[in-house]
């Protein structure tokens, strides 16, 4: 099965500021089928892209994906208050659904 | 409004049983594939199992197979979870949610999810 390791754990970040999240898979997606989705204490996690790099209704252009293989990133440019929160990325390509372990994007 | 709402959950006794119930409306949920996420508090998110639209296709992570099924009635709109052999480690909020767009299984997660049901397990 496929592992996706996200990277950092943590980011303390100020508003205004970029956040580049990592998440890494330990064999390629040739199918890019790797989601990214936004939780906030006491919400189901939203979706931000799926394709990798599609985002999803609603979601602001300051919101980029991208990558392929095993190496995928997303990006925050310029946070908003309302973009801290906990950020997972998801295999959905196969029979099994793998998520990362997630990032939580913090308020420095 | 597209709704999933689930019922079940609770406390259990380690080695008992419990059945988690989603059923779904303003969909056409047999349209749609349907898979349950569990989330220990305070931690991240364990996908553990799907059901394709025609109950064709279903998987299970390993941590839940063999203990863990899945079964889905178009007919009454509704996806069940059948929990055996539970151990204190799946204790969680258990979740389920709908694929986003029709038919296939492997399409990503929606934003439609269920309430959340806190399954405890503990002696």
């Known amino acids: 099965d496929i592992v996706l390791t996200q990277s950092p754990g943590t980011l303390s970040l100020s508003p205004g500021e970029e956040a580049t999240l990592s998440c890494r898979a330990s064999?390629?997606?040739?199918?890019?089928?790797l989601a990214w989705y936004q939780q906030k204490p006491g919400q189901a996690p939203r979706l931000l892209f799926y394709g990798v790099s599609s985002r999803a209704t609603g979601i602001p252009d300051r919101f980029s994906g991208s990558g392929s293989g095993t190496d995928f990133t997303m990006s925050i440019s310029g946070l908003e208050p309302e973009d801290f929160a906990v950020y997972y990325c998801?295999?959905?390509?196969?029979?099994?659904?793998?998520f990362g372990q997630g990032t939580k994007v913090e308020m420095k | 409004e597209v709704q999933l709402v689930q019922s079940g959950g609770g406390l259990v006794q380690p080695g008992r049983s419990l059945r988690l119930s989603c059923g779904g409306f303003g969909f056409i949920f047999g349209h749609y594939s349907i898979h349950w996420v569990r989330q220990p508090p305070g931690k991240g998110l364990e996908w553990i199992s799907g059901v394709s639209w025609n109950s064709d296709t279903i998987a299970y992570a390993d941590s839940v197979r063999g203990r863990f099924t899945i079964s889905r009635d178009n007919a009454r709109n509704s996806v069940s979870l059948q929990m055996s052999s539970l151990r204190p480690e799946d204790t969680a909020i258990y979740s389920c949610?709908?694929?986003?767009?029709?038919?296939?299984?492997?399409?990503?997660?929606?934003?439609?999810w269920g309430q959340g049901a806190l399954v405890t397990v503990s002696s």
């Open positions: 064999q390629s997606l040739s199918s890019a089928s």
């Open positions: 998801l295999d959905y390509g196969g029979l099994i659904k793998t």
């Open positions: 949610v709908a694929a986003s767009g029709s038919g296939s299984y492997y399409n990503p997660l929606s934003d439609n």
